[in-house]
């Protein structure tokens, strides 16, 4: 279901609704990971064909995304699949289809707050998702039934830190803030 720029884009012209375009949207609609942007029209682009992505291409090259034409990215658990090498196309992509007053939240697994459950047990779980169980292996090359359903793409290519993303950010010169998000497991 490849759709045209110019059709997604055009019905949007005339929208009074901030528009959020979802990165890396997967199945889930942004709607039920984040409730403040419950009113805003969501464009979601994927790199993998499924039935609710409007647009399928990779997050490195979103040439089929007007420069300007939307008021936020949401990359959520989507920028660790790609090489850090591949991160200056990722993050230059994202920036030029903002608007200039447009801004960007980007999720990825912190390895830093996993570091050390890494010696207690690789194959302990972290966290309950909707894909199921997530462990410490799953965090750090990317989960394992996505990566068998859907092949090598879903394999994690790169990791963070708060450092290295504040360190990251820096370097394209983009003011923001890395938080870091508290892990509750039943442990």
């Known amino acids: 279901m490849q759709v045209r720029t110019n059709v997604v884009f055009k019905h949007l012209e005339n929208s009074d609704k901030k528009i959020i375009l979802n990165v890396g949207c997967g199945k889930t609609k942004l709607e039920y990971q ?8 969501e464009v979601r ?11 399928i291409t990779s997050i490195v090259d979103l040439n089929k995304v007007p420069n300007e034409s939307v ?3 949401w990359a959520s658990h989507v920028v660790e699949h790609n090489y850090w090498h591949d991160l200056p196309k ?13 801004f ?7 390895l830093g707050s996993i570091a050390s459950r890494i010696e207690e047990g690789l194959l302990d779980t972290v966290y309950d998702s909707s894909a199921g169980p997530v462990t410490v292996i799953d965090m750090i090359y990317g989960h394992r039934g996505f990566v068998e359903s859907w092949g ?3 394999c994690h290519k790169t990791g963070f830190t ?3 993303m504040e360190q990251l950010l820096s370097a394209f010169n983009i003011k ?6 508290a892990i509750v497991t039943g442990k």
């Not at 960007?104 to 912190?110: A, F, L, M, S």
């Open 45 to 55: 682009v994927d790199a993998y064909e499924n039935d609710t992505a409007h647009l």
């Open 162 to 164: 708060k450092k290295s």
């Open 90 to 102: 990722v993050f230059n992509n994202m920036i030029r289809v903002m608007k200039e007053d447009g």
């Open 152 to 154: 090598d793409g879903m």
């Open 176 to 181: 923001g803030y890395v938080i870091r998000r």
């Open 71 to 73: 008021d936020a990215v």
């Open 104 to 110: 960007g939240i980007i999720r990825v697994p912190d």
């Open 34 to 41: 984040s409730g403040y942007f419950k009113d805003w029209k």
